[in-house]
């Protein structure tokens, strides 16, 4: 299952951490540009990046014996692990939830874009400066590619101040930005940082289109232009409006001397490496498999030698087949509950002797994966009859031989 309550959890883990990488090193930088493109890569990067897996091998394993190659795995091919596990079941209600806001989310944005569209109808637009003017007291603001201008503007002292930082906010499509990251957090719906993300992109939009309207403002007109539009009352939401409740924030920012924090900016870039290195990489070992060469095994002379190949290798007295089907009926509604509730899967390789009877002996999970699914393997392989011992130079011998045991849930 692609989005497993693993994740759910990395996802929020990678928001979390690169959220506060902007918050505590980028949000009083200048430079909003760059701040624009860091801010949309954090949800970018906390839904991506859980998905990817680069082996990062920590050390080797060498296990020194052969295979059962033409075993199947017993335990994929029967219904033991037919029902969810809890963690499972957690994730897809987590990916209905999400889902639900996602639709709602799709229709506000649809109801909006049909009031914008009704006021667009009702508004005249000027191509002098390339605005809709509309008659009613409202804020100045933005959606997509439009932007809209009360009347009352036009005949205001420092209006074109106004008429620029809504133009940037459409020149540069903030509002895509809006509903981008809108609908990305119906995701992270639980992060209690959602709304310091959101207040984050506004921020940044504002910071920016200030920017531009400050190059043309010569007598110092547009902070009284931009708290005088707080009395305009605002009634979409979700668009970029001249207006927005961050006057303060914005006022300090207009008082910063533009300069370029290259230290910040490298730090969080380097930290922002790290983590998404750390999340993207799986950090694992790695196993080998280490097939003794004949000539090795003919040297080996001694009668109470266990052989890992043979001339002649040892088989189940009935055949690999009804092994196989032995195995998975042992195994049936065996999974155990551990395993089932934390989501465990994998492979467990026994490994076992063959005595010159055909016995077994010395049955170990050699390579396990834990939550009882070890244990589990063992001993249904112990409970299997004979076996018809393997044969080196004509002579009966104790061999060795491991069978691999798949757990899977389905």
Same mark, same amino acid.
């Given at each position: 299952m ?7 959890i990395?996802a929020?883990?990678i928001?979390?951490i690169?959220?506060?990488v ?12 760059f ?6 890569? /954090?949800v ?5 990046i859980?998905?990817l897996?680069f082996p990062?091998?920590?050390q080797?394993?060498?296990?020194i014996f052969?295979?059962l ?11 033991m692990a ?11 209600g ?5 889902l639900?806001?996602i639709?709602s989310?799709? @229709?506000? @944005?649809?109801k ?7 006021i ?7 191509? =002098?400066?390339g ?8 804020a100045?603001f933005?959606?997509l =590619?439009?932007?809209?201008?009360p009347q009352?503007i036009l005949?205001?002292?420092g209006? *074109?101040?106004?008429? #620029? ?20 957090c ?9 709304k310091l993300f ?10 920016? #289109? ?6 043309n ?24 409006? @001249? ?5 303060l ?25 790290l983590?998404?290195?750390v999340f993207?990489c799986d ?5 080998s ?5 004949? =000539?090795?095994? #003919? ?16 088989e189940?007295?009935? *055949? ?5 089907? @032995?195995?998975s009926?042992k ?14 899967e994998?492979t467990?390789?026994?490994q076992f ?5 055909g ?5 170990t999970?050699?390579?396990g994966?834990?939550a ?13 009859g ?18 691999? /045991? ?5």
């Amino acid at each position: 299952m692609i989005f497993s309550i693993s994740y759910i959890i990395q996802a929020h883990i990678i928001f979390i951490i690169l959220l506060g990488v902007y918050h505590f090193l980028l949000r009083n930088d200048t430079n909003f540009k760059f701040n624009r493109i860091y801010l949309l890569s /954090i949800v970018v990067f906390a839904l991506v990046i859980p998905l990817l897996s680069f082996p990062v091998f920590t050390q080797t394993t060498i296990l020194i014996f052969p295979e059962l190659t033409n075993l199947t795995n017993p335990a994929n091919s029967s219904p033991m692990a037919s029902s969810l596990s809890v963690g499972s079941i957690i994730a897809i209600g987590y990916c209905v939830i999400s889902l639900l806001f996602i639709i709602s989310k799709v @229709f506000r @944005f649809l109801k909006l874009f049909r009031q914008v569209n009704l006021i667009k109808r009702k508004a005249k637009f000027e191509s =002098k400066n390339g605005v809709y003017i509309v008659e009613n007291e409202v804020a100045p603001f933005s959606f997509l =590619k439009w932007s809209f201008i009360p009347q009352s503007i036009l005949a205001k002292e420092g209006g *074109g101040l106004i008429i #620029a930082h809504e133009k940037l906010h459409a020149r540069e499509l903030h509002s895509l930005d809006i509903i981008f990251t809108e609908l990305a957090c119906c995701f992270l719906f639980i992060n209690p940082l959602n709304k310091l993300f959101k207040k984050h992109i506004i921020e940044n939009h504002e910071y920016r #289109a200030d920017e531009i309207a400050l190059q043309n403002d010569t007598d110092s007109k547009y902070k009284q232009l931009l708290i005088e539009q707080t009395l305009y009352p605002t009634h979409l939401k979700l668009v970029s409006s @001249f207006a927005k409740p961050l006057i303060l924030n914005r006022l300090m920012m207009m008082m910063k001397k533009r300069k370029q924090t290259i230290a910040f900016k490298m730090l969080a870039i380097v930290s922002t490496a790290l983590v998404l290195t750390v999340f993207s990489c799986d950090f694992q070992e790695k196993e080998s498999l280490l097939i003794k060469s004949e =000539k090795d095994m #003919a040297s080996e002379n001694d009668n109470n030698k266990v052989f890992t190949i043979v001339e002649d290798q040892a088989e189940p007295k009935e *055949g690999i087949d009804h092994l196989n089907s @032995f195995l998975s009926e042992k195994l049936k509604n065996s999974y155990p509950a551990q395993a089932r509730r934390l989501g465990i899967e994998g492979t467990v390789y026994v490994q076992f002797n063959i005595e010159k009877d055909g016995s077994l002996s010395n049955i170990t999970a050699v390579k396990g994966i834990g939550a009882g699914c070890d244990q589990v393997a063992v001993d249904a392989l112990a409970a299997y009859g004979q076996w018809t011992p393997g044969k080196q130079n004509g002579q009966v011998v104790r061999s060795q031989r491991v069978v691999p /045991i798949r757990f899977t849930l389905e």
